[in-house]
């Protein structure tokens, strides 16, 4: 009785010092503020979680297929579906690099396409807005 020992969570934003040019992450709940790191939790139990925030946004068309239902991203200027919704076309934050051979395998029948997709690649069109830039080879990711 007595003996189990309950533990919770507090979450605080980390204090930051740029020191030298290197950013320092220091424990936001001891004083004075000791650095935190990824390496493992502190002696006062502290551990860093690093934490990827995107807004997402609704009613938007996708640039990629017109609907504006579900969930969507907003890269540059242009919104586009979460989830792939247009197999083939795809919007970059870093286009792959456009080449000659992509755009003559681009015109290739499906059973190339099926080919390559076996060997986890496809061939991509880059847009700039409405605009072909031109096409890519890429890796290939679910739901293309
Ligand atoms: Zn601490
Ligand atoms: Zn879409």
Not at 15 to 43: E, M, R, T, W, Y
Not at 94 to 99: E, I, R
């Amino acid at each position: 009785m007595g003996s189990k020992r309950l533990s919770t969570v507090r979450r605080s934003s980390c204090k930051v010092v740029v020191k030298d040019n290197l950013a320092q992450v220091l424990c936001p709940f001891c004083l004075p503020p000791h650095p935190i790191s990824l390496a493992g939790p502190a002696a006062c139990g502290t551990t860093v979680k690093v934490v990827a925030h995107q807004i997402l946004y609704s009613a938007v068309p996708c640039s990629l297929c017109g609907e504006s239902s579900g969930t969507l991203v907003r890269i540059a200027d242009q919104y586009v579906h979460v989830k792939g919704c247009t197999p083939g076309r795809r919007l970059y934050t870093s286009p792959p690099k456009a080449s000659k051979l992509a755009s003559l395998a681009w015109r290739l029948p499906a059973a190339y396409h099926k080919w390559l997709r076996r060997r986890g690649k496809v061939v991509v069109e880059l847009r700039k807005g409405a605009q072909v830039a031109g096409y890519a080879f890429d890796k290939a990711v679910p739901n293309d």
